[in-house]
Nanobody, 118 residues
Framework: VQLQASGGGLVQAGGSLRLSCVDSGRTFNSYAVGWFRQAPGKEREFVAA??????RYADSVKGRFTISRDNAKNTVYLQMSSLNVDDTAVYYC??????????????WGQGTLVTVSS
């Protein structure tokens, strides 16, 4: 599993952004894939995860973020809407072999920075 996250950028509050996580190792279709984020001065926190049709979200993003995957493209997406300044963070994708979870991820990609301006 070799993960690469992309799609970050600068967006105004209320806007949308879609992050992508590609597995160049082409092996993660049966893995759970999660998104995490780390804001400046804060600990890394769970955002969302998906495995097959199962998904899980942090309370702070429910109803605003949607995680999905395209197995044919070895890609997991995080569609983010109604963004606010509290969503500003470096976003990481990660994978684990097993069910969706908020922890226990073994494989990590590099981060992609999301900045939400007021």
């Amino acid at each position: 599993v070799q993960l690469q996250a992309s799609g970050g950028g600068l967006v105004q509050a209320g806007g949308s952004l879609r992050l992508s996580c590609v597995d160049s190792g082409r092996t993660f279709n049966s893995y759970a894939v999660g998104w995490f984020r780390q804001a400046p001065g804060k600990e890394r926190e769970f955002v969302a995860a998906i495995r097959f049709s199962a998904t899980r979200y942090a309370d702070s993003v429910k109803g605003r973020f949607t995680i999905s995957r395209d197995n044919a493209k070895n890609t997991v997406y995080l569609q983010m809407s109604s963004l606010n300044v509290d969503d500003t963070a470096v976003y990481y994708c990660a994978a684990r072999y097993g069910p969706v979870s908020t922890s226990g991820y073994n494989y990590w990609g590099q981060g992609t920075l999301v900045t939400v301006s007021s």
